[in-house]
């Protein structure tokens, strides 16, 4: 009666043990830095529902070849500095 889960992949145990790494990593960080990261993870998973919503695709997620990966300052750290 449940809906029925996809299989688990490579990908997606590779992306929850960083997000696990990532949760302990911010424990070292001070509040400020931790909700800048917080801030730029909460606006990349609104953009990514938001284009699911889009596709009207339930695939495991968008093919993001195309676009590059956030610089080290897109993604939060230094920022304030």
Same mark, same amino acid.
Do not use: N, W
């Given at each position: 009666?449940?809906?029925?889960?996809?299989?688990?992949?490579?990908?997606?145990? #590779?992306?929850?043990? *960083?997000?696990?790494?990532? +949760?302990?990593?911010?424990? /070292?960080?001070?509040?400020?830095?931790?909700? $800048?990261?917080?801030?730029?993870?909460?606006? #990349?998973?609104?953009? *990514?529902?938001?284009?699911? +919503?889009?596709?009207?695709? /339930?695939?495991?997620?968008?093919?993001?070849? $195309?676009?590059?990966?956030?610089?080290?300052?897109?993604?939060?750290?230094?920022?304030?500095?």
């Amino acid at each position: 009666m449940g809906s029925k889960e996809p299989p688990k992949s490579r990908q997606y145990d #590779e992306c929850h043990y *960083l997000a696990r790494s990532l +949760a302990v990593s911010l424990q /070292d960080l001070d509040a400020e830095q931790r909700r $800048d990261i917080l801030k730029f993870l909460t606006e #990349e998973l609104q953009r *990514l529902s938001s284009q699911d +919503a889009e596709d009207g695709d /339930d695939a495991p997620g968008p093919d993001m070849s $195309d676009r590059p990966s956030p610089t080290p300052e897109q993604a939060g750290r230094g920022a304030g500095a």
